[in-house]
């Protein structure tokens, strides 16, 4: 069973940044798509970026492109993802989600197909 710990969140001032860590335990990065996805408020659940450390493949979405950066650590089986210039929009739960890739490399963007989940962590960005 896949056990995923998000951590870092916190609250910041526009513009400031903050550095989110995900450590799945029981299962290796190199085997699996992590991904951040964020819930805010009154609105669905958006995909944020996603990595497969094995191929460096990352996937950003277009609203935080050039501020969050995905990254992992094999040695520490860590994903990372530093957000900087952070912005109230940005305020949401994070969660850190994994999905194991198929034997051909393959694997997919989406959130339903990411079938393990974290717990949440609360980043609030004032103005």
């Known amino acids: 069973e896949v056990q995923l710990q998000a951590s870092g969140g916190g609250t910041v001032q526009a513009g400031g940044s903050l550095r989110l860590s995900c450590a799945p335990s029981?299962?290796?990065?190199?085997?699996?798509?992590i991904g951040w996805f964020r819930e805010a408020p009154g609105k669905e659940r958006e995909g944020v970026s996603l990595i497969s450390v094995v191929d460096d493949t990352v996937f950003t979405a277009d609203s935080v492109e050039g501020r969050f950066t995905i990254s992992g650590d094999i040695a520490k089986n860590t994903v990372y993802l530093q957000m900087d210039d952070l912005k109230p929009e940005d305020t949401a739960v994070y969660y850190c989600a994994a999905q194991e890739i198929l034997s051909d490399g393959s694997w997919f963007k989406t959130a339903p197909y990411f079938d393990s989940w974290g717990r949440g962590t609360l980043v609030t960005v004032s103005s």
């Open positions: 029981g299962v290796k990065i190199v085997d699996y798509a």
